[in-house]
């Protein structure tokens, strides 16, 4: 079957297929100059070493790759390299790269130069380790000082560097194979990248402490080096492990719950592109509206007499999101806008506030900003909203709330965001954010406890960066970290995306889930000067109708044998069981799914690159 890539992607820009490398039984993707998806013997090692320039934002460069030379023999392979990285007022960094690989060693070295100085917040290497099979597991850590712990991966998402001042980490592969991953040149630390939604532990360069931006000096070479060194015990019978090429199979599992209420941002900009499509509203009948309000912002009296007419359309809940500006006292901030909220004649179920500064992050090192008590916080909400449900959290990511804690006391439900760009934009590692979410949720039990607990507005495009002073414009449409828009929210990337997002944070018991807006960037519709026809509906809206379809029905697990690639469950509600399946891949999956006794279908079902389908169950 051939399909257009602006269906998929939004976009007919498509990411180059990696080269493949092999050296007997270790095997490396390259792609973009780096390496992606490193196994030995069939299992996942490491998730990528990197070689990463980033901008005084955090932004991450696209370094332009030069004298590309490739060999490959049955037992090496070689990857040799220039890049070069155009900074602002004409300043370059260039990079001179050297992959080597063995059957049971890879080294990747790199010497950077700036010949007029460079300016960086990051500028090395990057090591990703697996989460899967790897989260809670044993690790030992080799320190700069020679000191050698024995240690875990962290199970619960850490919030700061579970590992300092690191030279080595070690870890099982598998029963009696070892990895040893070993960084010369600077001094590596590693970060819980489960806390951005990254399926991964990043081990990176030059610790956080340090001042950042910082100058690479003119004409200073930067050395580094990452080895990987496999140790197999295992003699000389191997199995490798894997799937046969088969089917992927779905299976019913015990786990049970009720699916969540879905959720809809507006914001004041949007307001009036959301009446004119209140027809689509309607449709979609989500069960809660989420209204964005910042005075910081320029948001006012105006803005909430647009709410007041949207919720006056909607059937369903309302909620008002503030960002609070805490310029004065808490008390007048909240009491103020809540005689606006009068004058515009708007009533929301629900409050969710937060500080405006908290939506930036602090990283580990750093001065926490000023910023008022949060219980100070909630206790004026609670004054100048009374009889009305008070929320907090972040406006931001996990990230955020899991450095900074909220006093959950006073708080009827505790919420964030989470995005799945904020270091990697490629499709590969867009859709293996999914894979963290269940961490997440867990995490925010763990912090938590049965605390009600909403989730977004998230979606893939960005729509602020706690990160650095601003997103990234993106009229190209390219694949870009930190974007505010995103080609592929206009494919069937998305839909198949929002979807696995929803099955993987099943378990969390949601309130609310929101992953959309009605129009602009973030939304349902096409506006003006967009690829789709302005006011035609994007493939996401398939997603989120069914899902607020099917928001207070029962659901039950459904275990895949490739959940990286195909994702389902069950749910069941007046109108009888369905099997809902997305397939998270760009190419067509067969699926067996006869032991969830589907009605209408036979035993397997042949399913499109990012499709998604619903199959009724027999009785």
Known sequence: MTIDAFQLYGTHLVDPPPVRLRAGKLEADL??????TISYDGTEVLRAISYLVRDRDWGTYSPEIADLRIEQSDDRFEVAYLARCEGPDDTKLIIDVRIVGSPDRLDFEAEAIAPTGFETNRCGFCILHPIVGVAGAPATVEHLDGQIV???????IEPWQPFKDMRAITHAVMPDVHAECRMEGDTFEMEDQRNWSDASYKTYVRPLALPWPYEI????????????????????????PGMSGGAIKLELGARTGTMPDIGVIITPEEADATLSAKSVLTEIAPQELLFHFDPGAGHDVEALRRFAAIATVHRGRSTLEIALPCKSSPSSEAAEIARQMQLAGFRPDA????????????????????????????TAARAAFPGIRIGGGMLSYFTELNRKRVPDG??????????PIVHAADDLSVMQTLEALPFITRSVRAIY???????????????????????????AGARIPMANRDPRHNGRFAEAFALGYAIRVLDAGLECLTLSALSGPFGLIAGP?????????????????????????SWQECVSSSPSEVLSFVARDVAGARLHVVNLTGEERKVDCGACRPADAGKELLLAPFTTAALPLAD
Not at 31 to 36: C, K
Not at 221 to 230: A, H
Not at 351 to 374: A, F, H, N
């Open 31 to 36: 792609a973009n100059g780096n390496l992606r």
């Open 150 to 156: 024995a240690t875990l991966f962290p199970d619960v």
């Open 217 to 240: 000096p003119a004409n200073r070479p930067v050395r580094q080096k990452t080895s990987l060194v496999i140790r197999d015990a295992r003699g000389s019978t191997r199995h490798p």
């Open 351 to 378: 409050i969710m506030i937060s500080p405006s500064v908290d939506r930036q992050s602090t990283p580990p090192g750093s001065k926490w900003p000023e910023c008022p008590p949060l219980d100070e916080v909630y």
């Open 410 to 419: 006073q708080l009827d439900f505790v919420s964030h965001c989470t995005n």
């Open 449 to 475: 406890g049965d605390k009600p607990y909403r989730i977004g507005p998230s979606t893939i495009p960005m729509r602020q960066n706690p990160y650095g002073s601003r997103t990234m414009d993106n009229p």
């Open 529 to 553: 000067a967009e690829p789709t026809e302005q006011g035609g509906r994007r493939p996401l809206f398939n997603t989120v109708h069914t899902l607020s379809r099917l928001a207070g029905a």
